[in-house]
């Protein structure tokens, strides 16, 4: 990578150390949490109990959610949110699960650096295979219908507050430009939920809005996992990105599981392009030699 950052040999070797006193190094719980490296790993700086509840809850999810129904959601070239033909992937979705762990209390951000986190569920924090469309779509149906009951409110307040029709209303009743306000006010919720209702109409058709409906997603929701981030109509909460979160929970790449031509940190394999018939045949005549 040009961007790379160079440390001299003396900074590499603290950073690249090996903790090998931390009870989960090597295991297979290690490899699941894919730290960057061991000096940026939550679990190394708690105390030995911890770093053996932090292993056992890693355990615990690493069951509820084998790595060859994981890996697919992110290392596939096409888009998990498209209904029927599917486009291709050149983003992610990402979005949070959760379930309930009565054996142990989570104490560290999976993915993070900080420990910060303590909730009696275990969290999945997911990336799946997105395209341009879906984004477009979901990104629309969660401003668009908001922004609009904004400016009517807002034109409402205007309206009523700093132009002639104030002195209009308020000499035919007092109460008239409150009232007509509030009527305002009322549109706004009105117009809102009814564009977001005529857009979830029409965006279903192409996209999973509910990413319930995302076969992909099946085996963990009958499990028992739900989304953190709550549905709005029918409309599930996920945010887009062209970079792939590297490292945490979710972001381990074995090259087993994906599809023929798996992604690596985010950047898919460039296609080939398409040869004229005479280099094909030229190319058919070199392999015939």
Known sequence: MENEVKYSEEIEKVIN??????????????????????????????????????????????????????????????????????????????????????????????????????????????????????????????????????????????LTTGTGLYKILFEAASFLPALTMLGFVLLAIATRFGIRAAMKASYSKHTHLDVTEIPELKPFLERGFEEVAERKQGVSSVVFTKTFREHGVGSLITGEFGGEEPMLMGIWPAEEPARSDDENENADGRSAE
């Open 17 to 158: 150390r090996k903790d090998t006193s931390c009870a989960m190094y090597g295991t297979p719980e290690c490899r699941f949490l894919n730290a960057e490296n061991c000096a940026e790993c939550a679990v190394g700086s708690m105390k030995k109990e911890r770093q053996e509840e932090a292993k056992s809850a890693l355990s615990r999810l690493m069951r509820e959610v084998p790595q060859h129904e994981l890996e697919p959601l992110y290392t596939g070239n096409e888009c998990l949110f498209c209904k029927g033909s599917r486009n291709k992937a050149d983003r992610f979705g990402l979005l949070d699960l959760s379930k309930p762990d009565p054996e142990g209390d989570w104490t560290f951000a999976i993915g993070k650096r900080k420990i910060g986190v303590k909730a009696a569920n275990m969290i999945l924090p997911l990336q799946m295979s997105a395209c341009p469309e879906c984004a477009r779509r979901h990104r629309a149906i969660a401003y668009i219908p908001g922004l609009v009951g904004v400016v009517i409110a807002a034109l409402g307040l205007i």
